[in-house]
């Protein structure tokens, strides 16, 4: 994988620094311009794609919260400040982490770890969307899975859980996203929480989808249509 590309944006030089530090100290991570105006830091990444921007919050002109909403695609965010208050409108933005400075190296290596995990699991999505497998990273691990092994997918918040007859991972990707990629492929929603491949549905009653292993998964109501119009 190449390396994950980080644009650090504080206006106190000394949390940059401590920044640039922290990631010389990470493989396959590459810090390509720091800025403490938040007006250049905007200009920059409008002009250039990054994957993970870590910002302050408090700073003069543009807050890192408004920043981030100025950006028409942006990429990762890990938020780095002393502000508590702005943490459930970080998390409405989907942020991969909130940290509250000061901040300990091994804390910040999490953090960018789930960045680096995110986008390898997107990265090997988008290029195998023909083929029959994904690559991922669970557990810090590398897995393969043909995606006729797959018999559902739980979503929780920024985290699926992936269902095969023989283990179950979880990853850090939203079940919205998981179901766009691979849709054509016959997975379908039968539940806010729940995406099944249809090849693996034995039958469905008013509440509850049935697998073919015996597995019974809820039905919500507003997805029985949908369902009942995919299987014919």
Avoid at 54 to 69: A, H, K, S
Wanted: proline share 4%; net charge negative; charged share 25%.
């Amino acid at each position: 994988m190449a390396n994950l590309t980080i644009v650090n944006v504080d206006d106190e030089y000394p949390a940059l620094q401590l920044v640039k530090q922290y990631c010389d100290q990470l493989e396959e991570v590459e810090l390509l311009a720091s800025f403490q105006k938040p007006e250049e830091a905007l200009a920059f990444l409008k002009a250039n794609k990054v994957d993970l921007v870590v910002f302050d919050i408090n700073m003069p002109g543009i807050n890192g919260v408004e920043l981030l909403q100025q950006l028409p695609d942006p990429p990762l965010c890990i938020f780095l400040t002393l502000e508590t208050k702005y943490a459930v409108k970080a998390f409405e933005l989907d942020v991969v982490h909130y940290l509250i400075k000061p901040v300990d190296f091994d804390t910040f290596k999490k953090a960018v770890h789930k960045a680096r995990d995110f986008v390898q699991f997107k990265s090997s999505a988008n290029n195998q969307q023909e083929e029959d497998y994904i690559m991922f990273k669970s557990n810090y691990v590398m897995n393969k899975v043909f995606l006729k092994d797959i018999l559902w997918i739980q979503g929780f918040g920024e985290y699926i859980v992936l269902m095969t007859p023989l283990k179950k991972y979880m990853i850090l990707e939203r079940m919205s996203n998981f179901e766009e990629k691979f849709q054509h492929f016959g997975f379908i929603r039968i539940h806010k929480s729940y995406i099944v491949l249809s090849e693996h549905i034995n039958s469905y009653n008013s509440g509850h989808v049935f697998l073919k292993n015996g597995e019974e998964l809820p039905l919500g109501r507003t997805y029985k249509k949908n369902l009942k119009e995919h299987l014919g």
